[in-house]
């Protein structure tokens, strides 16, 4: 009967065997699982970090944009402000030498006797050119 036995002990050493490798094998599937669950949710989240992250990259590349159209037009008008002063400036400098110029043209008339005289002085001059051959 020690066969009887031995195969009895055989059996329900099989079936410890079997119990065992089914628990650690649920052990096992169930840590795989966790540790798939973990990684999704690390996954997840990063990618609403990298969502968030590019958002926020597009908000700025945007207020960048707009502060840089600012600044372009900000230029512009500075640019176009000094133009007219400029134009100002050099037409009130182009009269000035003009002014100048003909005060400089008269000095020379009154020098040489040319200058017209004033309405009080005024006489009929005519001038008469004699011919020396």
Not at 49 to 60: G, H, R
Not at 92 to 97: A, L, P, R, Y
Not at 104 to 125: I, L, N, R, W, Y
Request: cysteine-free; hydrophobic content about 25%.
């Amino acid at each position: 009967m020690a066969s009887h036995e031995q195969s009895y002990r055989a059996g329900e050493a099989k079936g410890q065997t079997q119990e065992k490798t089914n628990q650690m094998m649920g052990n096992v599937g169930q840590k795989a699982q966790e540790a798939k669950e973990k990684s999704k949710g690390t996954a997840q989240a990063a990618k609403e970090k990298a969502q968030e992250m590019a958002q926020s990259a597009k908000e700025k590349s945007g207020q960048t944009k707009e502060k840089a159209s600012e600044m372009g037009q900000s230029t512009k008008e500075s640019t176009q402000s000094g133009k007219d002063k400029t134009g100002g400036l050099l037409q009130q400098t182009g009269e000035k030498v003009k002014g100048m110029a003909q005060s400089a043209t008269e000095a020379v008339k009154q020098t040489f006797g040319m200058a017209p005289q004033s309405d009080d002085d005024h006489q009929d001059f005519k001038t008469t050119l004699h011919r020396t051959d």
